[in-house]
């Protein structure tokens, strides 16, 4: 079983306030990294698929780091806005398995 | 575009009968996905599709569960008989690229609550 962790497992922040969350991964055999954005009562949307060490995206005020040797992932949120609290879903797939997994999310809140 | 579309998006249901979950994947997309989301296990991944054809169903739950796909417009999964531990939100996905190394596109989900 390929664990992926997230954390924090809830955020709450203020409005202006930058903020990180942490995926960690089994790095051996590592093909992808995977962060979705779950708003409430909508469906998971993509922000980032990235399948390199050391790649960086970034879309907007939000950013992701990929170390596939350690087996982490950071997103950062710039500025947080309220419109930006949803869940964030890291998933993780390795070479061959074509299994992604899911983690179980860092649920952000941003307040007023 | 139209995206991934699923029905129904509410199915209340007693246990003991026959449950059927659609799916329609985006047009050109050759994989698609069958996830179940709930609060203790989170999203987990119960089979999924390479140009119709089933690669891994390791997490099918059990034989109760089983999912077709007749072509590439049109999947569905299927619970005989239902049971209130099967009680969750299913959802679709559908990749244009075959296993995971693309983006997943996700449909509203399937809310199932079995009395």
Redesign the interface.
Known sequence: ILNVEQSPQSLHVQEGDSTNFTCSFPSSNF??L?W?RWETA?????LF?M?LNGDEKKKGRISATLNTKEGYSYLYIKGSQPEDSATY?C?F?TGGG????????TQLKVEL | DAGVIQSPRHEVTEMGQEVTLRCKPISGHNSLFWYRQTMMRGLELLIYFNNNVPIDDSGMPEDRFSAKMPNASFSTLKIQPSEPRDSAVYFCASSPRQGMGGELFFGEGSRLTVL
Do not use: D, Q, W
Not at chain 1, 42 to 46: F, H, I, L, M, W
Not at chain 1, 98 to 105: A, M
């Open positions: 093909y992808a995977h979705y909508k469906s998971p949307e993509a698929v399948t879903l998933a797939t074509n299994k992604l997994t899911f983690g179980t999310g």
